[in-house]
């Protein structure tokens, strides 16, 4: 029933009319709008009620409150739980809940958590951040618990104690001009790079000597090799390959040790080792010194004798015959102790 | 602004100006402004065209 304004033919009759009328209908407004405002004494006073409301007040509303302008409140809105909804604080479409609350901020104003209840899930934003979103804590730090997913980049990150996995990283990165540590401890566990279909890439500095390692596998003590390659097949320390710069095992001040029992070390050079040179398996000055015995699968060939001239050898065993004589034309060059020596041959006859 | 409580001497006039008056306190309470005053002058149907005008107005304030 909409409002009944009175006219200059209005009768007194008619006047009363619309006044009983557009009060009824304001009684509807005022009352049949909100079916009951439930309460016990020094709560909200309705139909007759005559004292100032000082004490809690409870609101039983069948349907929406809708406030025309703004609510206020001046001290803590608490959102209680309800059967089908609980606790709830909903922004209509594209609304927004703000740090711009009266006076400043959530914190601000003694809400120093948001967080959902046990077992249940809080969720900052089903889709999209409009702009960077910032954990900040001045005592503490933002913990993420297991399962917390990110779609994007996370920076601006310090330092990250990790009590779950991490998982689907596409990439984690330090700000330039920053090292990435990974851990500054021990990892309580084995410390795994994997890649099922790539490889795994460790770029260092661009420092040139050795003596500056580019990367360090550090063992802070025992004997225990500090890289373990630990797989199926042939596995391999190789440099590129691609360029003329090659790969080199230094053992500083101790001993470089290859193979263990049964294992089979090998050096592979290229066909020709005569020279010594590019290609070659070279041994440096210091020399080669075996535990055990050295076997060739092709001949040996020594320095210049003292005097004379090297030749490839190739040693035979012991014979015995009936039919030996000496031959008096021929003779071996051997270098002993630097002196050279001519060592006789013999003809072994024809019968 | 309070409004006006009849008495049981009051005349058909007489609470028809308290009405009159008691709508308008409405009226101002809801701050509705620029809405004349009961007069003195006002007859019996000046202020029941008055109330009624009074309570259109606030009608519409609680149906916009």
Same mark, same amino acid.
């Given at each position: 029933?909409?409002?009944?304004?009175?006219?200059?033919?209005?009768? !007194?009759?008619?006047?009363?009319?619309?006044?009983?009328?557009?009060?009824?209908?304001?009684?509807?407004?005022?009352?049949?709008?909100?079916?009951?405002?439930?309460?016990?004494?020094?709560?909200?006073?309705?139909?007759?009620?005559?004292?100032?409301?000082?004490?809690?007040?409870? =609101?039983?509303?069948?349907?929406?409150?809708?406030?025309?302008?703004?609510?206020?409140?001046?001290?803590?809105?608490?959102?209680?739980?309800?059967?089908?909804?609980?606790?709830?604080? #909903?922004?209509?479409?594209?609304?927004?809940?703000?740090?711009?609350?009266? $006076?400043?901020?959530?914190?601000?104003?003694?809400?120093?958590? =948001?967080?959902?209840?046990?077992?249940?899930?809080?969720?900052?934003?089903?889709?999209?951040?409009?702009?960077? =979103?910032?954990?900040?804590?001045?005592?503490?730090?933002?913990?993420?618990?297991?399962?917390?997913?990110?779609?994007?980049?996370?920076?601006?990150?310090?330092?990250?104690?990790?009590?779950?996995?991490?998982?689907?990283?596409?990439?984690?990165?330090?700000?330039?001009?920053?090292?990435?540590?990974?851990?500054?401890?021990?990892?309580?566990?084995?410390?795994?790079?994997?890649?099922?279909? !790539?490889?795994?890439?460790?770029?260092?500095?661009?420092?040139?000597?050795?003596?500056? $390692?580019?990367?360090?596998?550090?063992?802070?003590?025992?004997?225990?090799?500090?890289?373990?390659?630990?797989?199926?097949? =042939?596995?391999?320390?190789?440099?590129? /390959?691609?360029?003329?710069?090659?790969?080199?095992?230094?053992?500083?001040?101790?001993?470089?040790?290859?193979?263990?029992? /049964?294992?089979?070390?090998?050096?592979?050079?290229?066909?020709?080792?005569?020279?010594?040179?590019?290609?070659?398996?070279?041994?440096?000055?210091?020399?080669?010194?075996?535990?055990?015995?050295?076997?060739?699968?092709?001949?040996?060939?020594?320095?210049?004798?003292?005097? !004379?001239?090297?030749?490839?050898?190739?040693?035979?065993?012991?014979?015995?015959?009936?039919?030996?004589?000496?031959?008096?034309?021929?003779?071996?060059?051997?270098?002993?102790?630097?002196?050279?020596?001519?060592?006789?041959?013999?003809?072994?006859?024809? $019968? | 602004?309070?409004?006006?409580?009849?008495?049981?001497?009051?005349?058909?006039?007489?609470?028809?100006?308290?009405?009159?008056?008691?709508?308008?306190?409405?009226?101002?309470?809801?701050?509705?402004?620029?809405?004349?005053?009961?007069?003195?002058?006002?007859?019996?149907?000046?202020?029941?065209?008055?109330?009624?005008?009074?309570?259109?107005?606030?009608?519409?304030?609680? #149906? $916009?």
């Amino acid at each position: 029933m909409s409002a009944q304004y009175p006219s200059v033919n209005d009768t !007194g009759y008619d006047l009363v009319k619309k006044i009983a009328n557009n009060t009824a209908d304001i009684d509807l407004a005022i009352v049949s709008d909100v079916n009951s405002v439930a309460g016990t004494a020094n709560q909200v006073l309705v139909n007759g009620g005559t004292a100032a409301a000082t004490g809690n007040v409870t =609101v039983s509303l069948p349907t929406a409150l809708t406030a025309p302008g703004s609510l206020t409140v001046t001290t803590t809105f608490t959102l209680t739980a309800q059967a089908t909804d609980n606790g709830v604080l #909903h922004t209509n479409g594209s609304g927004v809940v703000t740090s711009t609350l009266t $006076p400043s901020g959530l914190t601000s104003i003694g809400v120093n958590t =948001v967080s959902s209840a046990a077992a249940s899930t809080l969720i900052l934003a089903t889709g999209t951040f409009g702009t960077a =979103v910032t954990f900040a804590s001045a005592t503490g730090v933002p913990t993420f618990a297991a399962g917390a997913v990110f779609t994007g980049a996370l920076s601006g990150i310090t330092n990250i104690t990790m009590a779950g996995a991490l998982t689907g990283c596409n990439s984690v990165t330090s700000v330039a001009g920053t090292a990435l540590t990974l851990g500054t401890g021990t990892f309580g566990g084995a410390f795994s790079m994997a890649s099922a279909t !790539g490889f795994l890439t460790l770029t260092g500095n661009d420092a040139a000597a050795f003596t500056t $390692p580019q990367i360090w596998i550090q063992r802070a003590s025992g004997n225990t090799a500090g890289l373990i390659l630990n797989a199926t097949g =042939v596995q391999r320390v190789a440099s590129d /390959g691609t360029t003329a710069s090659g790969l080199t095992i230094n053992g500083g001040g101790g001993n470089i040790t290859m193979g263990g029992t /049964g294992t089979v070390v090998n050096i592979l050079g290229n066909t020709d080792a005569t020279t010594g040179g590019a290609g070659a398996v070279t041994l440096s000055a210091g020399g080669l010194y075996a535990l055990g015995k050295i076997i060739s699968g092709s001949s040996f060939t020594s320095g210049t004798p003292n005097g !004379g001239t090297s030749g490839a050898w190739k040693f035979g065993i012991f014979k015995t015959s009936t039919l030996v004589a000496l031959d008096t034309a021929n003779w071996v060059e051997l270098d002993i102790g630097g002196t050279l020596r001519r060592l006789a041959l013999i003809t072994i006859t024809t $019968p | 602004m309070t409004g006006l409580s009849p008495s049981v001497n009051d005349s058909s006039y007489a609470l028809w100006k308290k009405v009159a008056y008691n709508w308008w306190v409405v009226t101002q309470n809801a701050g509705l402004v620029g809405v004349n005053e009961p007069s003195v002058n006002d007859t019996e149907q000046d202020l029941q065209r008055k109330t009624a005008y009074y309570t259109a107005l606030i009608n519409d304030y609680l #149906h $916009p």
